[in-house]
């Protein structure tokens, strides 16, 4: 009834193979961006952006990256957390290098970084898969961090071993360091996330895609039907790292501004990531935002219930807010284990059908 | 130059040196920490053979079961043994919830929810042991020896604990009761066949859930030994939970589905790491134990992927 595809009838093939081929959905994306670009930010404060937009944000660009790789290419990886590490160093260093480059340039060239490097580490899994290549990525993750620890050119020598961000302006305006504005900010990884999502659904409806999701359901199925596992999987793993560097790179540079490689890059970074991924659900760009819109919120609703509303003692609130994580985690994927992106989906049935049943 | 010499040469140089003396201490320490990594790789290897799950949850159930035996003995005074048995009851219940709750509604899913479900599960067992026991560390003496052994001291002039040494040998009389259970018992073969083929086991009347509490009753109580080890030798404390990290590399060396694997490959992991840190680490600026294991798994992988004891999938289309 409210959302119908009966009578809407495409006139081309262009029309048909459109991202949003139902104008109600158009219009709400339209309307969607237009709010989060035009109105959101004269109604934000520095709590709004600092701890839900850009957490929002950044997490939804790593999310994407890591979706690219294990849920369209079936690759899994625990290393997102190093190569979210090398995004960030790579900038700092590009940053304190050429104080005049562009930031825009600066989180590009990050993200090409990272790229590079994690074609390296996905070298192995043109001869291993499955667990045996997560493990394989685990060694990504504590090699970056144990050298962005024990190399002292990658944090310039400072004495603490943390690297800080230098203020950067982009016409005119400062979008790293600390007096950045909170809108600047939020304008700038905004941009970013989209463009790149755009881009990322795009990859994932064209050739390398495809390329992709066949190696992904059954390998030597795909490479019989000349699908190259070397061109694909590598490609893989350089878009999904150039996005994971990019993130860190936003990650570091404005949203955190200071970062030490073992709090923020560590292990549990590539578990959160990896939980948003899945319970967003494997293989959908939307499913990435869901995913990290909800692990974003989701301790911060707790935090907010239990300390302030029950009036636990944070410690405690704390362990509960754990144990809490575990079982909504346990309880999503017993109850839909493709995610968010599948309960929208059926959300999207129901309303077609609405108010028959069937 | 230098470097070439530093890495090739030099420390084969320092090994000559030290023979026997330093570089058999380093080796022996190696191989009784690759004892105290092969016990909780037994864990993962058990569920892994039951289910095709990679537990995650592995040494957080250590942490867990190390928490309960502590938290029993310091927090209610209750004699070690008994507390012992009271945690080997506790592990078995927390087997039966776990299928109740968890495993029972996972059927059939692929292999990535149901290890991400175990990490899930490492969650709510380390929210809720912090809830009981509390998040410090705590001590653990069920009165197991540590300190230098004289006799090896005296006899051999060499440093070894006496606490590795026990590990070693519990972790010996663990896979000799393992293999009997697997091989002799009718619940052994039952867990075999399982294994081996899901459809095939539950057609001749396996019930699978059954199984699975065993599995996980059994994990448990490895994962008990292998949590009083690591309490003893460095306290209970939450990065006992990270151990379970170290088995990963572990198995892989071994092939995710051998109880030996496990054994061998947590043997050569140990000595591996030991050594490297020893004579390469220096190179480097230390501390490369964090990840040489996992490098060693991978450059070993790409050799035999599937492991040195694992099954050899074919695939055919």
């Known amino acids: 009834m409210f959302y119908r595809e009966a009578g809407q009838f495409k006139g081309s093939y262009a029309a048909d193979q459109a991202i949003f081929t139902i104008p109600q959905d158009r219009v709400a994306m339209i309307v969607l961006l237009v709010a989060a670009f035009a109105g959101v930010p004269f109604i934000l404060n520095d709590y709004w952006t600092q701890a839900i937009l850009l957490p929002f944000l950044i997490w939804s660009m790593a999310a994407l990256g890591l979706n690219i790789l294990t849920g369209y290419c079936g690759q899994v990886s625990l290393g997102t957390g190093g190569f979210m590490a090398v995004g960030a160093y790579a900038a700092f260093k590009l940053m304190t290098a050429f104080p005049e480059l562009n930031f825009i340039a600066v989180v590009l060239l990050a993200g090409l970084v990272t790229a590079g490097v994690g074609m390296f580490f996905g070298l192995p899994s043109l001869r291993i898969k499955g667990f045996y290549l997560a493990v394989a990525t685990l060694a990504a993750q504590f090699f970056l961090v144990w050298l962005f620890n024990k190399v002292p050119w990658f944090y310039n020598n400072s004495a603490t071993g943390q690297i800080s961000v230098p203020p950067s302006y982009l016409w005119g305006l400062q979008v790293t360091g600390p007096e950045t504005k909170p809108w600047a900010a939020y304008l700038f990884c905004l941009a970013f996330v989209c463009v790149f999502a755009l881009a990322a659904k795009n990859i994932v409806r064209g050739r390398i895609g495809r390329m992709w999701m066949a190696i992904r359901d059954m390998d030597i199925a795909a490479e019989l039907i000349g699908v190259r596992p070397l061109v694909a999987k590598l490609s893989a793993f350089a878009v999904s790292s150039f996005y994971i560097g990019m993130a860190g790179a936003l990650y570091f540079a404005v949203w955190l501004g200071a970062a030490e490689p073992t709090e923020a890059f560590g292990i549990n970074i590539s578990f959160l990531v990896l939980f948003m991924v899945i319970i967003g659900g494997l293989g959908s760009i939307l499913g990435s935002f869901l995913g990290a819109g909800f692990l974003v919120l989701l301790p911060i609703l707790l935090k907010n219930g239990l300390v302030d509303g029950v009036g636990l003692l944070p410690v405690t609130a704390k362990h509960v807010e754990i144990a809490t994580m575990g079982v909504l985690i346990i309880f999503f994927l017993i109850v839909e284990p493709h995610g968010l992106n599948r309960l929208w989906q059926i959300a999207k049935e129901k309303l077609r059908l609405w108010p028959f049943p069937y | ?317």
């Open chain 2, 1 to 317: 130059m230098e470097i070439v010499f530093g890495v090739f040469v030099s420390p084969f140089v320092q090994m000559w040196t030290d023979w026997p003396g330093f570089f058999l201490e380093v080796i022996i320490s190696g191989l009784l920490t690759g004892v105290m990594y092969a016990l909780v790789a037994l864990g993962f290897v058990l569920i892994f053979k039951a289910s095709g799950m990679l537990n995650f949850a592995q040494g957080v159930l250590a942490l867990f079961a190390a928490l309960t035996l502590s938290g029993l003995m310091d927090d209610y005074g209750v004699p070690g043994w008994l507390a012992i048995i009271i945690t080997l009851f506790v592990m078995a219940g927390l087997a039966w919830l776990i299928e109740r709750l968890m495993l029972r509604y996972l059927v059939n899913q692929e292999h990535i929810v149901l290890f991400m479900a175990t990490i899930g599960l490492a969650y709510v067992l380390e929210g809720v042991g912090d809830i009981l026991w509390g998040s410090d560390v705590k001590v653990l003496d069920l009165g197991i020896p540590q300190g230098a052994s004289g006799w090896m001291m005296d006899t051999f002039g060499l440093y070894v604990e006496k606490l590795e040494i026990v590990a070693a040998v519990t972790a010996g009389i663990l896979v000799a009761v393992l293999a009997v259970f697997f091989q002799k018992t009718r619940i052994g073969r039952a867990l075999r066949a399982v294994a081996d083929d899901h459809q095939a086991a539950l057609s001749v009347g396996i019930s699978l859930n059954t199984i699975w509490v065993i599995v996980w009753t059994v994990a448990g109580v490895v994962a008990l030994v292998a949590g009083v080890m690591w309490g003893t030798k460095s306290g209970v404390q939450f990065s006992l939970s990270l151990i379970a990290l170290k088995a990963l590399p572990v198995l892989i060396l071994g092939g995710f589905t051998s109880i030996p694997g496990a054994i061998v490959g947590g043997l050569i992991i140990g000595v591996g790491e030991k050594v490297a840190e020893v004579y390469w680490g220096p190179l480097v600026g230390g501390a490369i134990e964090n990840w040489f294991a996992y490098i060693l798994a991978l450059v070993f992988l790409l050799f035999r992927p599937q492991g040195l004891f694992g099954e050899r999938i074919i695939e055919r289309v």
